[in-house]
């Protein structure tokens, strides 16, 4: 009989905070705002719920019937599943590693710019302040450092030891405790912020932008890949998260029931995020008469440039709706951030049997040098942007779609998949949900990545050097493939994997 | 608002919120079952 020795989630409700956590992060107050503007506004709401239920939510199940069947990190789930496979969880975790590096970046910036919000100390042009003063540009060629940026790297460090503090803690007492007070406290901070935007002036001119249908639209194939794109990105599927977290569930776990509540709560906060966000825009078109469309309206732009010129311009109460905004963007980053690194960690202690203190340190150690190393530069903005376009195309939806072919295609894992969802959760699966993972998701993935890929190779991306493109772009993507493989082929002295599966595909003396 | 932005808001809001609301009915009409003899 096999020692039962895997980290658990102490409620339920717990494992769907974290899950919620990993799932809302800065692409839902970025991201979906712009993306639901420029795709048909108000009529975007179509599109988006049909990617929601016909990727989205399959897939997020999809995740956690792999982790919670095979109860284990990505490289050891797939292993179960079947022996080659394993490479596509070293890929994902080589992704986690990558984006790692850059996420508590941009984490940091939000810390910074908390603090500039006391007495806006981006003065009168927050645009040249966060890119010459605060990140140090001048002007030079994407990708050469002349010079190390130390007020990035400090609060850099600090988010990199809160996150690895909360992993040191365990499953239950780090991550679950600290998901326990993110995600409410997020809730209240947002809503407190979305609530003050609507009394702005301009706001409403801001939500008929936003919610206006355009009709039209939806004949548009761009628009339908649009909201597949973000339903994709939002969720946090393809990272390998979902199949971690779940790996921590008990035997009994309705595993469909949680995948509903997470995609909704993420769509949730979406919708929450885009009346905040085009309320606050209005506001500013109004009081600077610009036109909406001509201000920066999403990524980097629409945090650190638009938003200081909204609190700037704030009638009273500036300090405390900076606070509030940037006070989002750190704990939406940081329980994010705690997720992706989580993966790595959990794949180092299922191969090698390393505890978890060990393991934090081996991969928080080495993340963390390679983030304050590379990043708090006059490079590290181009290096970031780059590294995230390139490790979000060619790694999170590449590695997605790779999953449902094989899973789907070549291993003929659904229906198995299927039964142990079934057996477990309340809601039962239709054949709908294998003609979504099956059909639907393989065909837009596929469509999603063949059109990028035609861009790519038509100009370069953001008009970057050639030489930034290939190394911090190719060169990260196409790495992170080769050493899942390679990961993968190592001989290692031991397979950890002795904690028992939920599922039984192989007979426990086989796996020991 | 123009009438098409408020339905458009209006209804993002029921199907979206209401969505999550109805998911999380459904799991707490399904408590977990406490795991006294869990078979190993």
Redesign the interface.
Known sequence: ??Q?NREQWGT?AGFLLAAIGSAVGLGNIWRFPYIAYENG???F?LPY?VALLTAGIPLLILEYTIGHRYRGSPPLAFHRMSKPAAAIGWWQVVICFVIATYYAVIIAWAVRFAGFSLGEQWGDNPGAFFEQEFLQLTGQQPGTVTTFVPGVAWPLVAVWAIVLVVLLSGVRRGIEWANKIFIPLLALLFGILVVRALFLEGA?DG??A????DWAALTSGSVWVAAYGQIFFSLSVGFGIMITYASYL?????LT??A??A???N??FE?LAG?GVFASLGFIAVSQNMPLAELELQGINLAFVSFPSIISEMPFGASAFGLLFFGSLVIAGLSSMISIVQVVVASVQDRTGLTRVPAVLLVGGSASVISVGLYPTDSGIFFLDVADHFINQYGIALAGLVIVVVVAWFLRGLPKLQEHADATS??RLGLWWRVTLGVITPVILGWMMWDSLSTEFTENYEGYPTALLLTAGWGVAVGAIVLGVLLALLPWRRQADDS?MFGDDTTEEGRR | ??T??????V???I???G??A???L??LR?P??P?SH?P?
Do not use: C, K, Y
């Not at chain 1, 936003?210 to 249908?213: E, H, I, K, N």
């Not at chain 1, 008990?250 to 309705?254: F, K, L, T, V």
């Open positions: 009989m096999a039962q339920r506004g108000g009529a709401l719920l409403t939500l008929n936003f919610f206006t249908p008990r035997r009994r776990a309705d029931g949680s509903m509540v995609g909704f709560a769509s949730s919708l009346i309340t809601m028992p | 608002m123009s098409s932005a408020i339905v458009m808001l209804v993002s809001i199907i979206i919120w969505g999550l109805t998911a999380v459904h799991l399904h977990e079952e795991e869990d190993e």
